[in-house]
Nanobody, 119 residues
């Protein structure tokens, strides 16, 4: 059974960095069949795709986040991570890690983690 679990701080100050980790169990993140990504959902808004890391370790980012986002992985721990820099209160959201089987095909989701940006 494949499971994803997000972890990280729930409160971040403005101008700092959101750093989240997704721990994957049940499958290797280096499998060539899957990509791994991050979404978020701000309060009262829809889901926003932030970016993906492919099975070869290459990351692709949604343009609106590209200037301040980084997605990486630690294959020894079977984890991948999100860093979002220079955050503002508008970055307050529930953040989800996901597995992608193909374009727009997200089949496994973490439970989500609330991150609040506030001083």
């Amino acid at each position: 059974q494949v499971q994803l679990r997000e972890s990280g701080p729930g409160l971040v100050k403005p101008s700092q960095t959101i750093s989240l980790t997704c721990t994957v169990s049940g499958v290797s993140i280096t499998s060539r069949y899957y990509s791994w990504g991050w979404f978020r959902q701000p309060p009262g808004k829809g889901l926003q795709r932030m970016g993906l890391i492919e099975g070869d370790g290459r990351a692709r980012y949604t343009p609106s986040f590209e200037s301040r986002i980084s997605i990486s992985w630690d294959t020894s721990k079977n984890q991948f991570s999100l860093q979002l820099n220079s955050v503002t209160p508008e970055d307050t959201a529930v953040y989800y890690c996901v597995r992608a089987m193909g374009p727009e095909d997200y089949d496994v989701w973490g439970q989500g983690i609330q991150v609040t940006v506030s001083s």
